[in-house]
């Protein structure tokens, strides 16, 4: 059996940045493996096709350029937000609006993303909702430990049902 659509995938990996001496920044092992359903569109496309045809027990090694991961960094996601939006009950948390702070927010359609608190100025709060790996060179590593046939239910839902599943 071979990576393909509709086939659960488990693995490993270890994500570092730009290639293989960077910085480790994500890695899952194996009592704890990434699980996810094969062409359901949870993972980043050119991650996925980077896997097609691999078997159970393949290695895999391979570098996403930023404009095939999360995208390059946009100043124009670095955004000064009125102070007032983050009190709670009249007041604001001084321990919310710390710098480096992570904040989920949400865009003007309700979907959910986190800003970080870049700095905090008078009635100003300066957030960057530029993804964390936003620009970066993504390098990644692992190996392929089991493969099998999605279910009926999986496949209707889109995603990995049981043990490890809905796991992001």
């Known amino acids: 059996m071979t990576i393909s659509e509709n086939k659960v995938v488990s693995l490993t990996y270890e994500?570092?940045?730009?290639?293989?001496s960077g910085e480790v920044v994500d890695m899952a092992d194996a009592s704890e493996p990434l699980v996810f359903l094969y062409g359901a569109g949870n993972m980043l496309p050119k991650f996925e096709s980077n896997l097609a045809n691999l078997k159970v027990n393949d290695n895999f090694e391979?570098?996403?350029?930023?404009?095939?991961?999360?995208?390059?960094?946009?100043?124009?996601?670095?955004?000064?937000?009125?102070i007032d939006i983050f009190m709670v009950e009249g007041k604001i948390d001084p321990d919310m609006l710390t710098i480096g702070n992570i904040i989920p927010m949400q865009d003007n359609e309700g979907h959910p993303m986190d800003g970080v608190v870049v700095a905090v100025?008078?009635?100003?709060?300066?957030?960057?909702?530029?993804?964390?790996?936003?620009?970066?060179?993504?390098?990644?590593?692992?190996?392929?430990?089991?493969?099998?046939?999605?279910?009926?239910?999986?496949?209707?839902?889109?995603h990995v049902h049981g043990p490890h599943g809905h796991h992001h």
């Open 15 to 20: 994500l570092k940045l730009d290639n293989a």
């Open 62 to 82: 391979f570098t996403l350029a930023s404009a095939d991961a999360y995208g390059d960094f946009i100043e124009e996601a670095i955004i000064d937000l009125p």
């Open 121 to 158: 100025e008078n009635d100003q709060v300066k957030m960057d909702f530029n993804h964390p790996m936003a620009g970066k060179t993504l390098y990644f590593t692992g190996k392929i430990l089991d493969l099998r046939d999605a279910t009926e239910e999986e496949l209707s839902h889109g």
